[in-house]
């Protein structure tokens, strides 16, 4: 698989160097330990939110630090969670005296080393743990359900709270609203391909479909032939709908987002047969987001998440907000 890197040991420091050049007006950046950071000054006694996981699923997590979304984020080699005393040094440099807010997505390694750099951290700090893929249940993965896309609701959503000056409890609050309100779930037509493997994580047929995948390439709920898109959608909507009892009369926010490889030809088309099949559920959608946004590497594939919203969410959701990845007034 061709890759457009130097070395193998060097991708990501090169990568988030070229993050901070590229917008050095929104971030700073922290090659040792690796972390980034906002670079406008939040105010004091403002909830810092620091979030992270493995890179190769940008622009999940560092495209998201800036005004009105994250404070900080540490990322970790490709599909590898950071460590410790990375999350530890990113809360500190973002700690505006308000408390830490963790955003975790929900894989072991992940869960783990936030908690260990919570019980470190000297002030107060709490957390968030994104659990939105219903194609896993518990009985089938050992953490429960993976977390997946809805975190970008999350990060948005309680990055407007902290920036209205909501304290740390009701950060927290709010956040566990979004994640509970939400359900997502990812279907791959390839594989993606870690640097350091040089080849396919796991092979598929070129008429086949993984259905469920996980943003690691995990597999999902089974394997079939590529079926049309109003199909796939169909079968999408209903499992999210299952799982959070959004249904006739419901106001939702649809992300369709983008695995890395698929063009945005496709991913409007598939938004207008989510669109479609919301209005033949009673189901409204007010608010949407796509594009590639969490991200497989190279994969060929595409998420839908649907949060249902309230008054408050979809007023969060409307805050201005200051990011490389997503920016409006």
Known sequence: MKKLINGVDEVLSESLRGFGIAHSDLVEVSLEPRFVTRRAKAPDEK????????SGHEP?????????????ACPGEVFTSPTPDQMLAAASAADCGGGILWIVKNYAGDVMNFEMAGEMFEGQCAMILTNDDVAVESSLHSQGRRGVAATIAVEKIVGAAAERGDDLAACQSVGER???ASGSMG???????VPAAGKPTFDIGADEIE???????????????????????GELVEAIVASTGAGQGSEVLAIVNGMGGTPLLELYLLFDAVSR???????????SLVGNFCTSLEMQGFSLTLTKLDDELR??????????????N
């Not at 909830?47 to 493995?54: C, F, R």
């Not at 279907?187 to 391909?193: G, K, N, V």
């Open 315 to 328: 007023e969060l959701w409307d805050a201005p907000v200051r990011t490389a990845a997503l920016n409006w």
């Open 277 to 287: 099949e919301c209005d033949s559920r009673g189901m409204t959608i007010s608010r």
């Open 60 to 72: 999940l997590h560092a495209g998201f630090v800036g005004i009105g979304m994250l404070d900080a």
């Open 211 to 233: 259905i469920g995948v996980g943003i690691h390439g995990e597999p999902g709920r089974r394997r079939e032939q590529l079926r049309t898109a109003d199909e796939l959608v």
């Open 178 to 180: 979004v994640n509970s």
């Open 187 to 193: 279907i791959a037509l390839t594989s993606c391909t």
């Open 47 to 54: 909830v810092a939110l620091v979030s992270g996981g493995g």
